[in-house]
């Protein structure tokens, strides 16, 4: 029997990623994977291109999106997966979301500025391409003019929580960000539990909609992984997973299919959809 993997949480040059999606389509196709899912920061944008490529190849491309939200003081991200890309709702709050980080990310610089580090904004926007634009954009400037000797180093010194030079975003709740995509006619999965410790909080999240959560990832142990399956066996949650692939030039996520999920998760999200 030949198994068939799913990596379900990609980031791309609609992001913070460094490769386009046809690029990740392309590197999909060679390694053998049966579906990806573009999950970038806050916008659908990669979705369609990611799509196109993969015409008449056997990839599935399902659409996907990654919302940053605040759980006491943490950032806690939700993925949302086959979202209506019509849905006028939460089309407006994308762009919102996309106005905010601008903000953000001005205000960023400016913090620098007065550390006497000097980074052009356009040249920070110049690195988003067009996507949604954030800290990883401001590490890869500092990167540029010497100011670090690689990303972790821009956010463990300047741009990460409670740093010289960090600026808080809007304080979109875990719990806002599920009902928000379940009204968009998609399924809400709590990503990378492993780096937000919230297993006391499941419940509430489960009582808000929260449909899967995501077992294997590239920084989860063993002993992670089968906790959280242990986890989302318990609560009846789809099991998923994924490299949280960014590219060559990440620091750490920088593998394609470093972690994937076995294709029934696949299914399962599409029965959830009501997409089958």
């Known amino acids: 029997m030949i198994l068939l993997y799913a990596d379900l949480h990609i980031h791309t040059t609609a992001s913070d990623g460094s490769d386009t999606p046809g690029e990740v ?3 999909a196709l060679r390694l053998g994977l049966r579906a990806i899912a573009i999950s970038d920061h806050d916008t ?20 996907g999106v990654e919302v940053n939200t605040y759980f006491q003081g943490n950032e806690v991200h939700v993925l949302g997966y086959l979202i209506d890309p ?58 540029e003019k010497g100011y670090v000797s690689s990303l972790q180093e821009a ?24 009902q928000l995509i379940i009204r968009a006619e998609g399924v809400p999965v709590l990503a990378h539990p492993g780096l937000v410790k919230l297993d006391p909080f499941l419940t509430d ?7 899967g959560i995501e077992v294997w990832h590239r920084n989860h142990t063993p ?16 099991p998923t997973g994924g490299s949280d ?17 076995p294709y029934q998760s ?10 089958n």
């Open 25 to 27: 389509v392309k590197k």
């Open 44 to 63: 659908l944008s990669g979705v369609t291109e990611a799509q196109q490529a993969a015409t008449g190849f056997r990839l599935e491309v399902l659409s």
């Open 86 to 143: 019509r849905n006028d709702e939460f089309v407006t709050k994308l762009e919102e979301f996309q106005g905010e980080r601008l903000e953000r990310t001005k205000k960023m610089v400016a913090k620098l500025r007065e550390l006497d580090i000097n980074i052009d904004l356009d040249r920070v926007l110049e690195l988003s391409a067009g996507g949604s634009v954030g800290r990883p954009h401001v590490a890869q400037a500092l990167l």
């Open 155 to 178: 956010f463990a010194t300047y741009i990460g929580a409670g740093k010289p030079a960090f600026v808080p975003r809007e304080k979109l709740t875990p719990v806002e960000a599920i």
């Open 205 to 211: 999240l489960i009582e808000a909609g929260l449909k």
């Open 223 to 238: 002993l992670m992984v089968d906790h959280y399956y242990h986890l989302a066996q318990k609560y009846h949650l789809i």
């Open 245 to 261: 692939y960014h590219g060559v030039g990440h620091d750490t996520c920088n593998i394609l299919g470093g972690a994937v999920a």
């Open 266 to 275: 696949v299914q399962l999200l599409k029965a959830a959809a009501g997409k």
